[in-house]
T-cell receptor, first 113, second 115 residues
Framework: QKEVEQDPGPLSVPEGAIVSLNCTYS??????FMWYRQYSRKGPELLMY????GNKEDGRFTAQVDKSSKYISLFIRDSQPSDSATYLC?????????????FGAGTRLAVHP | ETGVTQSPTHLIKTRGQQVTLRCSSQ?????VSWYQQALGQGPQFIFQ???????GRGNFPPRFSGLQFPNYSSELNVNALELDDSALYLC??????????????FGEGSRLTVL
């Protein structure tokens, strides 16, 4: 079993839809939770960053963490074609004196006009 | 503030050759991490450099090695290239030490193809 599970999609939605992206994890030691957006053939770009259970909102994006269920989500409201990308969840664990990120496989999202 | 820059952006090598990839960290960051991203997969942690020393390593063989320089830039070296080494290699920088929260800022990556 992978430490971080993420449905690879692809997910196709019409413009204006609400998108829900999810990840589950198994390691209780994860401390910080992130969502990255990656356009084709580009590096990942940090979208959202949280460290506690609950919701964090930034514009059209809301990150949700449920540590008791080991489940995180990213919601995108009023989705736009420019949101078409791969969304990677990532979790940080501090071990052996350093932090490293464990990524999900990424969910490909296509928003069509 | 300059972001993370990587070079080269694309390169093609043959099996058994060696490759060096370069990274300049974001201004103010003293920690560099390298990740390998195979097609259709999430990035996998290779190693991390802090104050010019490797302070963490993922499940990669010793033929993957690196350096960090006094200006915090970094190199990733891969010897005896194998076909499975074909991937996007990502460099990420951060502020290290006990305040490190794991938040990383990535470059655009170097796409390596091994034939």
């Amino acid at each position: 079993q992978k430490e971080v599970e993420q449905d690879p999609g692809p997910l196709s939605v019409p413009e204006g839809a609400i998108v829900s992206l999810n990840c589950t994890y198994s390691n209780s030691a994860f401390q910080y939770f992130m969502w990255y957006r990656q356009y084709s053939r580009k590096g990942p770009e940090l979208l959202m960053y949280t460290y506690s259970s609950g919701n964090k909102e930034d514009g059209r994006f809301t990150a949700q963490v449920d540590k008791s269920s080991k489940y995180i989500s990213l919601f995108i409201r009023d989705s736009q074609p420019s949101d078409s990308a791969t969304y990677l969840c990532a979790m940080s664990v501090f071990s052996g004196g350093y932090n490293k990120l464990i990524f999900g496989a990424g969910t490909r999202l296509a928003v069509h006009p | 503030e300059t972001g993370v820059t990587q070079s080269p952006t694309h390169l093609i090598k043959t099996r058994g050759q060696q490759v060096t990839l370069r990274c300049s960290s974001q201004s103010g960051h003293n920690t560099v991490s390298w990740y390998q991203q195979a097609l259709g997969q999430g990035p996998q942690f290779i190693f991390q450099y802090y104050r010019e020393e490797e302070n963490g390593r993922g499940n990669f063989p010793p033929r993957f090695s690196g350096l960090q320089f006094p200006n915090y830039s970094s190199e990733l070296n891969v010897n005896a290239l194998e076909l499975d080494d074909s991937a996007l290699y990502l460099c990420a920088s951060s502020w290290g030490g006990v305040q490190n929260t794991g938040e990383l800022f990535f470059g655009e990556g170097s796409r390596l193809t091994v034939l």
